[in-house]
């Protein structure tokens, strides 16, 4: 098989779903103008798209090898093609919901089965790593993308407008081409699942995985990872209109600065872990998140509506906050990585349901916690307490390592985390 095709077709099938699963926090915004409905009951979008990602992952995850990772990502690639062509057609808040709601179920076929299938193409661990920061990359530049593609479509003027909606013309478009892409894309998938086991019996030893402690502890690691970025990410362009007074098109963009940063950390983070040891590295990251927060909100206080806004005279907390996704950004491919190239071929399936279960979980926690504090309190006091889950990520990270090195890993967890080339 042509590893690069294949490798292409994934990367174009993680940049697309990238830009459908972190619209949520601009779709959040924009619901609320548009269809007059209170922030608590926005934030349960974050819930449709999670929730659903965490159950079929659970339930479908131990089966994908059986049913195949290209059937499963082309089925996902269909359902949110026409989910997308019908948000301009019925046009209404239940259409978001259905919308994340598919993007949700689809994003659980997919995201098992890329990384299931990046095991099919890996060599050894480095490369597995260099393949998972590069996916995470791009993920992260269709995440960034996607935030000025919505941006162009946005009316500040008239933030009532269903204009925006006509961005998912384009996004059906996107969709459709990376599935012909897939569809003419031939894999091989052998020695994906042991034969001769039940479906029964797959689906029990993924659940047997979690008895692990290095896995238990790496699945809180996650959630709490996901928790912190969600938190943010989805709430960021609100705070950016609420609380830093800037227009509704302009809060959007200035969120690209958090995507931006999550795409260069990323990309970029192979060549520092290639030199170092991933887990110092991922302290460093997680005391400069928190600097940054102690930062930045201070200069988010007692900042007053400018008619006259624009990008250089923005308050500089509009800069300043979302450069913790260049520090958050080496944190979830490194952890990824070392625990799946720890495992046999046939378990990478059942481990990354695993991952994708507590990640919604975290997703859909960590936005429900801020919105719900956001409007209790405000937005400075909601992204003040991201500072006690990054704390204790630092506590995970330290008996992660512990139970590496006790499996005998620690040479190869070292390498795992940097790329190979």
């Known amino acids: 098989m042509n590893n690069q095709r294949i490798l292409f077709s994934l990367f174009?099938?993680?940049l697309v779903f990238a830009i459908l699963l972190n619209s949520v926090g601009t779709v959040i915004l924009q619901v609320i103008n548009t269809y007059q409905v209170s922030k608590s009951a926005a934030s349960v979008l974050e819930g449709f798209k999670d929730i659903p990602i965490g159950l079929v992952s659970f339930l479908v995850a131990s089966q994908l090898p059986r049913y195949g990772f290209r059937n499963a990502m082309l089925t996902g690639l269909g359902i949110v093609t026409a989910a997308c062509l019908c948000m301009p057609l019925l046009p209404g808040f239940w259409t978001t919901k259905l919308l994340f709601l598919a993007v949700g179920i689809s994003f659980a076929l997919v995201k098992v089965s890329v990384y299931s299938s990046i095991g099919l193409l890996a060599r050894d661990g480095k490369e597995h790593a260099g393949m998972v920061n590069t996916l995470e990359g791009v993920f992260m530049v269709g995440v960034l993308g996607g935030y000025w593609l919505f941006g162009a479509f946005i009316d500040s003027s008239d933030p009532a407008s269903t204009g925006w909606l006509k961005v998912y013309w384009a996004l059906a478009g996107i969709c459709a081409l990376a599935f012909l892409l897939l569809w003419t894309t031939r894999m091989d998938e052998s020695g994906t699942r042991v034969e001769g086991e039940s479906p029964?019996?797959?689906?029990?030893?993924?659940?047997?995985?979690?008895?692990?402690?290095?896995?238990?502890?790496?699945?809180?690691?996650?959630?709490?990872?996901?928790?912190?970025?969600?938190?943010?990410?989805?709430?960021?362009?609100?705070f950016n209109n609420e609380i830093l007074k800037l227009p509704a098109a302009m809060s959007v963009q200035a969120t690209s600065i958090f995507a931006a940063g999550l795409a260069a950390g990323r990309l970029g983070a192979g060549a520092v872990m290639r030199r170092?040891?991933?887990?110092?590295?991922?302290?460093?990251c997680l005391l400069a998140m928190a600097a940054l927060v102690l930062v930045a909100l201070p200069l988010a206080e007692g900042v007053r509506a400018n008619p006259d806004i624009n990008w250089f005279n923005a308050p500089a907390a509009a800069f300043i906050l979302p450069l913790i996704g260049l520090f958050m950004a080496p944190i979830y491919p490194a952890i990824n990585s070392v625990m799946l190239s720890s495992l046999p071929r046939h378990q990478h399936s059942a481990m990354t349901g695993l991952l994708v279960i507590f990640s919604a979980l975290g997703g859909t926690t960590g936005s429900l916690i801020t919105g719900s504090v956001f409007e209790a309190f405000d937005g400075r006091f909601a992204f003040y307490l991201s500072l006690v889950p990054i704390g204790v990520i630092l506590c995970?990270?330290?008996?992660?390592?512990?139970?590496v090195e006790r499996d005998g890993r620690t040479d190869f967890a070292g390498a795992a985390a940097s790329p190979g080339h």
């Open 200 to 238: 029964a019996r797959e689906f029990f030893d993924m659940l047997r995985l979690v008895a692990r402690p290095l896995v238990c502890i790496y699945i809180v690691s996650a959630f709490l990872y996901v928790l912190v970025e969600q938190g943010i990410g989805t709430w960021l362009p609100t």
């Open 12 to 14: 174009a099938i993680y």
């Open 396 to 403: 995970t990270l330290f008996f992660f390592r512990r139970a």
């Open 276 to 284: 170092w040891h991933w887990y110092p590295v991922l302290n460093g």
